[in-house]
Structure formats: structure tokens, C-alpha cells
């Protein structure tokens, strides 16, 4: 309903001259176009397109939608239209001919579609093509034979264009009396039209057939009138003319600012997505970071702690756990400079298993080292934290007891023979004595160099395995000799 209402909009605004709205209005009825499935909706429409397009002098476009109408017309009424625009179309663009099968289809079609307006316009614009080919004669036949029916039809407007095309015809075949005739009967139907294309052309020919007859003072007037109504009726041309390039012009404009519109757009969505991408990018880059970094951690603290398992590798004797001959000397040499320097007491102490060949003689090495280091657990229970354990080589072990006096030393020393003599003992060797004998050596008698403390704690040991075994001596000036 909508769409029809615009098109008969447009079709009054036509009636009115007022062309640059009517083009405006053509625009969005064409966009609505393709939408519109009604077959007799659609006919309005191409109908609108075509007629007005054609009066605006753009005939390709009018015979472009022409052709839709005549391809989608449903009956022979549909069909006379599009071929009356097509044909009318043609005829205004210059052409001198109609194509014979254009002739052939275009009259069957009106033909058959019956006395309406627009077959009898089919049959004017017939007329006009011989005209146009210098055949008059013809041209009068198929007026005349339609006249009748014009006339009874009483359009003004198409009775005019008959009357006044007569007219034109019959000057043309030499017939003065019936051109003046069919001019006089133009310009009466078309009283109150004087700005018409039937007007200018009754004008004319009544100042032809007044020139011919001698009369020049109406010959005059008819020029002065045919001038006039030839420039009303040019300026009504070029008035449709101009409001379709304005609003061609409008169209354009708006239609490259949309483009415009539509680039900026889409420049905003890519600045957009490519905001989007950074961001994804940036996220991407500290994920990648973090992992770089988590590893670094990772590998640092897998390093650091197989360094430190090799340092304690390195520092510990593999059967005991406890210090090794190297690490223990450096620790003692540590223990005893500070001990020096602060005037403190401190005892070494050697210690060596009794016949401990005979325990791995007699029960085999794997025993032998159990018993080692249940001797070395004896020995631990009785340390403090400050002091230094190690072995010194096969069952040979030195003690460094920082802070300990010659006086209680042996009460400390006493305590880890009792020990080891009662666990080795009563567990894997039951049928063999195992047992330690004990040198010491202490820095107030010694001093504080470990080498000098070393040979008389060993002088100590020397002397309690002589004495019989698992026993404690302490070293004293008499043992140098
Ligand atoms: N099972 C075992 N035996 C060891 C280890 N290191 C040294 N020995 C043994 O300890 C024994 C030491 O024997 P000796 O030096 O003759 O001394 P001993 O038999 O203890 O006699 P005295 O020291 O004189 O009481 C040897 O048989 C070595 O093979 C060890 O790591 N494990």
C-alpha cells in the first residue's frame, strides 16, 4: 500500500510539474523495488520509472525499465504498457523506425488489451513513426481509426495529441482545410494546456496554412502564439531536464557521503581489530616473559641444587655421611684459627676401631661397613653442633671439640668408647668385640696448629692401642719422648 501511494505520489507530483520533488521521490521507491513481489505492484512502479525517466530525456534508463515491464507483465495490458514506454521511448530518443517485430508484438499486445488508454497511444505513437518516414497517408489511417474511440475515452490530454497530430498529417499530405480543422479542434480541447507539445504543434500548423494561403496577418499571430507555446512547452522540457540532474547531483552526493562514512568505518573497525591484535600481542609477549622467566627460576634452582648436592657430595665420605679427610681438615683449620684468636680451649681426638680387619675377615666387608657406621652413630649422639666430625680414611676417625677443657674432655671422649663398644657389639658381630681406642690432644698443651695437634693425638691413640685397646688417652709432654 505504502509503495503505491508513492508512486501515485509521484505520478500527481508529475501532473503539477513538480519534477524535483517527483525524483526524489523515485529514488527510495526503486530502492523498495526488489522487495515488492505483487506482480501489479511492481508494474506501477517500472511503470513510474520508465515515464518518468523518458520526460527527463534519459531514454536508455526508460527503455531499461520498459523492458522489466514487458519481460514480467502477466497480461496483455502489463505487456501494451512496456511496449508503449519502450516504443515512446525510442520515438523521443531520435529513433525513425520501430523494429518490425517491436511493431508486431507492441500492436498484438495493445491490441489485444482493449480500448484502453494506453493502445490508443500505442496507435498515436504509430502514427508518429510514419510521420516521422514522410508517410502521412498512413499516419491519418491509423488516427483516424482510433479517433472515434478517443474521442469517446474524453482524455484531453491524448484527444489533444490525436487532433493536433491530424492536423500535422493532413498539412502534410496537402489537405489545408482538414489540417486547419484538426489544429482549431487541438487548441480547443486543449483550452486550458497552452503550454503543450499538441499546442505548439496546432500553432504551428495553422500559421503554415495561413503562410500557404496568403493570409500574412494570421500567419503572424499564429507565429507569435505557436512561439510562445513552443517556449513554454521547451522550458516545461528543460525544467524536467534540470530536476533530474539536481537530484542526480543530490543522489551522488549523498551517496559519496555514505562512501565516505562507510570508509571511515571501516578505518575505526580496523584501527579496532588492530588495537585488538596489539593487545593480543602484548598479553602474548609477558605470557612469553613469564615463561622465559619461570624457567630461568626453574633452571637456576635445579642448578643451585645439584651444586649444592655435589658440594655435599664432595665434603661428605660416601659410607658415613660424615665430613671427609679434606673437608674435615679445612673445617678444623677454621675451628681451631678462631679458637686462637679468642685464647678458647679446644681438643682433637682420633679414634680407631680395634681388629677391625678381623670384623671383615670374619663377617665380610658388608658387615665391616655397617659396623662402621653404627660407630660413627655412637660417636654423633654424644656431639655438639660446633664440633667437627670426619673420617680420616678406612676406620681411622678425627673429633675437633671446640670450647672443651682437658678436664672434661675425657668425660666426653669416655662416653662415645662406651658407646661404640655396646652397639657394634650386640648386633652384627655378636661373636667379635668391637671396640675404638682414643687419642687426644688438647691446644693448651699442643697448640693450635693441626698438624702438631694430629701427631699427638696420635701419639695418644699409639699409646692406648699399645695399652691393650678400647681405651681414652690423653697426650702429655712424656709421650714426645
Ligand atoms: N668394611 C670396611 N673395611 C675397611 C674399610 N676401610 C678399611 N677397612 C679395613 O679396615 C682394616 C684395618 O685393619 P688394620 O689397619 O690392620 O687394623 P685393625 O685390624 O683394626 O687392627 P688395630 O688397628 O691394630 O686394632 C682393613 O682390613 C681394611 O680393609 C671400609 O671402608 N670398609
Known amino acids: 500500500m505504502a509503495f503505491r501511494a508513492s508512486a501515485t505520489v ?10 524535483e520533488e517527483a525524483f526524489a521521490r523515485l529514488n527510495p521507491l526503486l530502492d523498495q523495488l526488489p522487495t515488492m513481489k505483487e506482480s501489479d505492484v511492481r508494474m506501477q512502479g517500472l511503470g513510474v520509472a520508465a515515464q518518468l525517466n523518458n520526460e527527463a530525456g534519459q531514454y536508455d534508463v526508460s527503455v531499461r525499465y520498459a523492458d522489466q515491464i514487458i519481460k514480467e507483465s502477466t497480461d496483455a495490458q502489463g505487456a501494451c504498457r512496456g511496449w508503449f514506454y519502450k516504443s515512446d521511448a525510442l520515438f523521443q530518443s531520435g529513433d525513425t523506425q520501430l523494429a518490425a517485430d517491436q511493431l508486431h508484438d507492441g500492436t498484438e499486445a495493445c491490441g489485444k488489451a482493449g480500448d484502453t488508454l494506453f493502445s490508443l497511444s500505442f496507435q498515436h505513437l504509430l ?15 491509423v488516427l483516424q481509426a482510433s479517433y472515434p474511440k478517443v474521442q469517446q475515452a474524453g482524455f484531453p490530454p491524448q484527444l489533444s495529441q490525436f487532433e493536433s497530430t491530424l492536423a500535422t ?3 502534410e499530405s496537402g489537405d489545408l482545410v482538414s489540417a486547419a480543422k484538426f489544429a482549431n479542434d487541438a487548441l480547443a480541447t486543449n483550452a486550458n494546456r497552452q503550454y503543450s507539445e499538441s499546442t505548439a504543434n496546432a500553432y504551428q500548423v495553422l500559421y503554415e496554412v495561413d503562410k500557404k494561403m496568403g493570409n500574412s496577418n494570421g500567419a503572424l499571430a499564429y507565429l507569435e502564439k505557436y512561439s510562445a507555446a513552443h517556449d513554454g512547452y521547451q522550458s516545461r522540457l528543460s525544467a524536467k531536464a534540470l530536476a533530474y540532474q539536481i537530484v542526480k547531483q543530490q543522489v551522488l552526493a549523498k551517496k559519496l557521503q555514505i562512501e565516505g562514512l562507510d570508509k571511515k568505518n571501516r578505518i575505526l573497525t580496523l584501527q579496532g581489530e588492530l588495537d585488538r591484535k596489539a593487545a593480543e600481542a602484548s598479553r602474548l609477549y609477558i605470557a612469553l616473559l613469564l615463561l622465559v622467566l619461570a624457567s630461568i627460576v626453574l633452571w637456576t634452582y635445579r642448578i643451585k641444587r645439584s651444586q649444592l648436592r655435589f658440594m655435599r657430595l664432595a665434603r661428605r665420605d660416601g659410607l658415613t655421611g660424615i665430613f671427609n679427610r679434606q673437608h674435615f681438615v679445612t673445617e678444623a683449620e677454621r675451628q681451631l684459627r678462631y679458637c686462637r684468636k679468642s685464647a678458647r680451649d679446644i681438643c682433637l681426638v682420633l679414634i680407631d676401631l680395634d681388629h677391625f680387619k678381623l670384623v671383615n675377615d670374619t663377617h665380610g666387608h658388608a ?17 655438639r653442633s660446633t664440633d667437627v666430625f670426619g673420617r680420616l680414611g678406612g676406620e681411622e676417625f678425627g673429633l675437633l671439640l671446640p670450647e672443651c677443657t682437658r678436664d672434661n674432655v675425657l668425660v666426653r671422649v669416655e662416653q662415645m668408647r662406651a658407646a661404640i663398644a655396646a652397639v657394634s657389639s650386640t648386633r652384627d658381630a655378636p661373636d667379635i668385640p668391637v671396640s675404638a681406642s682414643f687419642g687426644v690432644a688438647a691446644a693448651v698443651d699442643s697448640g693450635y696448629a693441626l698438624r702438631q695437634l694430629m701427631i699427638d693425638a696420635d701419639r695418644a691413640l699409639y699409646q692406648a692401642k699399645h695399652e691393650g685397646r678400647n681405651r681414652v688417652r690423653l697426650f702429655d709432654a712424656n709421650m714426645r719422648s
Open 367 to 383: 658387615v665391616g661397613d655397617r659396623v662402621l657406621k653404627r660407630a660413627v652413630d655412637a660417636c654423633q649422639a654424644h656431639l
Open 169 to 171: 498529417a493532413y498539412w
Open 127 to 141: 502514427a508518429s513513426f510514419d510521420l516521422r518516414q514522410g508517410r502521412p497517408e498512413s499516419a491519418i489511417r
Open 10 to 19: 509521484i505520478d500527481l507530483l508529475v501532473a503539477e510539474s513538480r519534477y
